[in-house]
């Protein structure tokens, strides 16, 4: 998981950034139901707790009311005003019902606690914000009552309304309509439910039942209508309860159908010198108008004209190059402004969208260059960096280039002591590929450090990676010009992309303002879903959400000529998505390689290890990761950090998975550590604080080794080839350049190592027995030998017309010296402990001796 969050670590999409603290948690179980009807209102206990009974000056205690009874799984997220947060079990009841948290506080100087009601782990949230406990007193106990689907927070029990309250409607058929409230509705309420349209008529109702599968936490009932709604009133509806405000009918689900699917159409603005045309889609609006901003200050308003299955077009006559503008929608009563999600340049804040001649942004030489191809998906070798961080701290560069696209393709070859770095430094280790973390547009202040995890504007180029953010031309130019550069150099680029969630939802969100509901899941009752862990989930199962999806991975392979994606959690996405994708990716070009990460943010997993199965599609082998490093950010011991480790799942690794979750190795991406959590190198020293530089430094090799010669994609976490460290911080998504700055001169500190590896790299690029792509060739031409505590095996690469008739691989993790028998015969070395590479380096015969944390790969021409 990519655990970064949109806002800073306090607040409500901080969470996903904090899971571990929360797994120090239980979460809530079932509790005494709270009967809204007949109870008198809730009772206090603040007086039966003293602070000082948990060491603390402060207690908070919040109480959860339920009308429907169901405390199953809800549990409370909480954290101190600018502090981080944490699980609290609803383990107390009270006489007259109820369930309540107990939460110290052990900061001094926090003026209110910040409080989330979530079930289970962010499966859902009771409302869709945050609410606070006021800390006035220096001690004591602060008590609030809190009322599932209500957002207040109440300070006085006898305040707490328990009243049914309306709380959405939603058209998710021709003729169904759910309707969430807080509270069961009576007998009278349920025969009194009305739908009407706008203009007064009404709809018979011919069925309301309660869905007792319902998810989120409101009461949710299915209205069942007599006739199918017409396509002009879907966003015109209203339902009324007795009793209670009416509400207004959103369309939901209702625009899957295949009449409001456009499939087939070009969105976005679409540039010629003479003209522009602007294409959006939004069923559920009356009116669309683009704001024009020629002057720079003043709009001109111009009207968008409605097409079939709710698209809206206008062509503005003129050069409009450069100009920014933004839609206003009429949609529901509102009238709403959002920048174009279709957009291919944007203002540096991503609140106006920019034309752009997209012609204007080549630069010299562009396109003359054919984009690196490789014949087997198992031949990449990829290196993940950050843009920032991977020159920011280089000397050598350009002061205008560190940290920026144009940083990519320094080229310093480094001498007389000094390491090369930037492009010299992929060109020297000799990786296929570099993996970008994202650089679609997102939502940072500027100046403001982050990984890019949470995307604004998925067409637009992340600006703060040019030499000029706040010219969209520069912006584009400069990261085409990097790839270029790249590409000459024979140096592959994939993008790191998430479309899983993006950075805002609400009134902030050009998605939600375009056709409100629609873009991201909701439960039953409304509430935003939290599968990706961060506080939207994009509804890819949507056909007009996956074709924007699809749609603008082929505008980045297209117009910016990329070699692949690496697709962030996507365990949140539908396999039918991924699918589709990979078909339509093919089309564009065979060759992009296509991975991801096969879990969520807490959410359930659509798309997990084996769903891949028989797509040219990989996704990260966590089972391999774990058995090398232990664990990610704690003391395990792994078979590379000590003694004990898990040599079976080392085998089936390094076999490509396909006895575990692929069906071909070219499904599996093999990897000791990635951006998240700890570095490989910061997780050995938390395993083994006593060890020496020497052996970590064995440790660091072994590991590496082992991914280098396993079968499945290579993946490299960028610095980890010289021992990488962020200090031991295990998040460092927003943490500067101080933490995740290359840093150049531990290159040369730790020459050894990159010396090792880059031989490693050579050794896969050189020798295809290391990188089969078909399962029977793994089977057929891969065994591995009994070794007591050694993983041993040999490869026949004659099979896969390898120049070496013959290879022996072992990977010793003990801290011992180990001895193990080889095959008959006379081998030569071409790894040992301290050197790697494709040149013979002596021979062994009969008995070879591994150092403690070691491997060796042998060979017969």
């Given amino acids: 998981m990519s655990t970064v969050s949109p806002f800073r670590l306090t607040g409500s999409l901080a969470f996903c950034l904090l899971l571990t603290v929360a797994a120090l948690f239980s979460v809530a179980s079932s509790c005494r139901a709270y009967e809204a009807t007949t109870d008198p209102a809730p009772a206090s206990v603040a007086d039966q707790l003293k602070p000082g009974d948990f060491g603390v000056d402060r207690l908070a205690v919040v109480h959860y009311l339920r009308p429907d009874g169901d405390y199953e799984g809800w549990n409370l997220w909480a954290w101190p005003d600018g502090g981080d947060g944490g699980a609290y079990m609803f383990e107390g009841t009270t006489e007259n019902g109820g369930v309540y948290a107990v939460i110290p506080v052990r900061q001094n100087g926090v003026g209110q606690l910040g409080i989330i009601v979530r079930k289970n782990e962010w499966e859902a949230k009771d409302v869709d914000r945050d609410r606070f406990v006021p800390l006035t007193d220096a001690q004591g106990v602060a008590e609030v009552w809190l009322v599932s689907g209500d957002p207040r927070v109440y300070e006085q029990p006898g305040q707490v309304d328990l009243e049914a309250k309306p709380v959405a409607a939603f058209l998710d058929g021709d003729d169904e309509i759910t309707l969430a409230v807080s509270a069961k509705l009576t007998d009278d309420q349920r025969d009194g439910v009305a739908v009407t349209t706008e203009n007064g008529s009404a709809f018979v109702v011919d069925e309301i039942e309660r869905k007792e599968d319902a998810s989120g936490a409101a009461v949710v009932y299915s209205v069942l209508l007599d006739g199918d709604v017409d396509d002009a009133e879907i966003a015109k509806l209203r339902v009324a309860v007795p009793g209670l405000d009416p509400l207004r009918v959103y369309a939901r689900d209702v625009l899957s159908a295949d009449r409001f699917t456009p499939l087939d159409a070009e969105l976005g603005a679409w540039y010629s010198p003479a003209s522009t045309t602007f294409r959006t889609w939004s069923p559920v609006a009356d009116a669309v108008e683009v704001l024009v901003y020629e002057d720079g200050a003043t709009a001109r308003a111009i009207a968008l004209q409605r097409g079939e299955k709710g698209v809206w077009e206008t062509t503005i006559e003129g050069d409009l190059h450069g100009v920014p503008y933004v839609y206003r929608l009429r949609s529901y009563g509102q009238s709403r402004i959002a920048a174009d999600i279709h957009a291919r340049a944007a203002t540096a804040d991503s609140t106006r969208s920019i034309v752009i001649d997209l012609d204007r942004t080549d630069p010299a030489g562009w396109g ?494």
Avoid: C
């Fill in 368 to 861: 003359t260059v054919t984009p690196p191809t490789r014949a087997h998906k198992t031949d990449e070798i990829i290196y993940e960096i950050h843009v920032r961080d991977f020159t920011v701290a280089d000397d050598t560069a350009p002061a205008e280039h560190r940290g920026k696209y144009l940083g990519l393709i320094h080229e310093n070859p480094g001498g007389g002591g000094e390491p090369s770095t930037a492009l010299s430094h992929l060109l020297d280790l000799g990786v296929t590929a570099v993996h970008l973390l994202p650089i679609q547009d997102f939502g940072s202040e500027r100046h403001e450090y982050n990984w890019g995890y949470w995307t604004s504007l998925f067409n637009v180029p992340e600006s703060s990676y040019a030499t000029d953010q706040d010219d969209p031309v520069t912006v584009t130019r400069e990261l085409k010009q990097a790839i270029h550069g790249l590409h000459e150099a024979g140096v592959r680029v994939i993008l790191d992309v998430v479309y899983n969630h993006t950075s805002s939802s609400g009134q902030y969100s050009p998605f939600e303002q375009t056709v409100p509901y629609f873009y991201f899941r909701t439960d039953d009752d409304g509430a935003l879903r939290n599968d990706a862990g961060v506080g939207n989930s994009v509804a890819d199962e949507r056909p007009m959400v996956r074709k924007y999806i699809i749609d603008s991975l082929i505008y980045w392979a297209d117009e910016y000529r990329v070699d692949g994606y690496r697709f962030d959690l996507v365990g949140t996405h539908r396999p039918a998505t991924v699918r589709a994708l990979v078909e339509a990716l093919a089309d564009v070009r065979p060759d992009l390689t296509l991975y991801g990460e096969p879990w969520t943010g807490g959410g359930p997993t659509y798309f997990p290890k084996g769903a891949q199965r028989g797509l040219e599609f990989a996704v990260f082998n966590d089972h391999l990761r774990n058995a090398i490093r232990g664990d990610l950010d704690g003391t395990a011991i792994g078979f590379a950090t000590g003694p004990g480790g898990d040599s079976g799942s080392i085998v089936r690794g390094v076999a490509g998975a396909i006895d575990d979750f692929t069906t071909e190795p070219i499904e599996s991406v093999v990897y000791a550590s990635a951006h998240d959590n700890l570095t490989l190198w910061d997780k050995i020293v938390n395993t083994q604080p006593r060890a020496s530089d020497a052996e970590r430094r064995a440790m660091q090799k072994l590991a590496l080794g082992i991914v280098l010669t396993s079968q499945g994609v290579a993946f490299l976490h960028g610095g980890s080839d010289f021992a990488r460290t962020k200090g031991g911080e295990h998040n460092s998504y927003n943490l500067g350049d101080a933490v995740n700055k290359f840093d150049w001169q531990r290159k040369a500190e730790y020459h050894d190592v990159f010396e090792y590896v880059a031989g490693l790299v050579a050794l896969r690029r050189s020798h295809p027995a290391f990188r089969m792509h078909d399962d029977a060739l793994v089977r057929d031409h891969v065994e591995f030998l009994r070794t007591d505590d050694v993983v041993a095996y040999t490869i026949d690469g004659d099979a896969v017309g390898d120049e070496w008739s013959q290879v022996y691989v072992a990977y010793n993790g003990q801290g011992r010296e180990r001895r193990v028998e080889l095959p008959v015969g006379t081998w030569s070395v071409a790894v040992d402990a301290k050197r790697a590479g494709t040149a013979a380096l002596g021979e062994a015969e009969d008995e070879l001796r591994l150092p403690p944390y070691s491997m060796a790969v042998l060979f017969r021409d």
